[in-house]
């Protein structure tokens, strides 16, 4: 449940009426506003630092009556506050299990090759160098680990969506690589 609390104040050039519109519209719309934040970023203990974002966004709103739709205006400015601070995080953390990359490196070369099982081993080896390492570390942590997608998502500081398209795609390369 939504809980009233004390916004920082802003550097004198937010006035009254200001912040009495953006109180208001944050207490009334306050619960919509977290539930629409908590489905937008990972970490629940990030959700305070947004809800102060989209406060803030809101005392520089400059002309408050031409705001027909408080709630609809709130969630175009959380969206935006939401997209900002995750691509912040991702360029920030790119976080790889350096046990599976390690493993993956030395994988490979540790299994032997048959006759028959030589060409093929070195033709998935050969696309496998060729991902990206993020495609790459997504394939791993799927095929050899097991983990899930959000499992993953959450150990690779990304969004379930991203998730499944880099195992989409790393499949799709390694299949392509394979016909060749």
Do not use: C
Request: net charge neutral; aromatic share 6%; hydrophobic share 40%.
């Amino acid at each position: 449940m939504w809980r009233a609390r004390t916004w920082l104040p802003m550097n004198g050039d937010a006035d009254v009426a200001g912040r009495e519109f953006a109180a208001s519209t944050l207490s009334n719309h306050g619960d919509a506003l977290q539930r629409f934040l908590r489905g937008r970023v990972t970490r629940s203990q990030d959700l305070a630092d947004l809800v102060q974002e989209v406060y803030l966004r809101l005392l520089r709103v400059q002309n408050q009556e031409s705001v027909q739709n408080p709630l609809a205006y709130v969630f175009g400015i959380a969206a935006n506050v939401a997209s900002e601070f995750n691509m912040r995080n991702r360029r920030e953390r790119t976080v790889y299990d350096s046990e599976v990359m390690q493993h993956a490196a030395d994988a490979p070369d540790s299994q032997p090759e048959g006759e028959a099982g030589g060409y093929f081993q070195h033709q998935v080896n050969d696309a496998l160098r060729a991902l990206p390492a993020s495609r790459l570390a997504v394939l791993l942590l799927e095929r050899r680990e097991g983990l899930s997608h959000a499992q993953i998502a959450e150990k690779l500081g990304l969004s379930v969506h991203t998730v499944k398209k880099y195992s989409v795609e790393a499949l799709a390369h390694v299949r392509a690589s394979l016909q060749r």
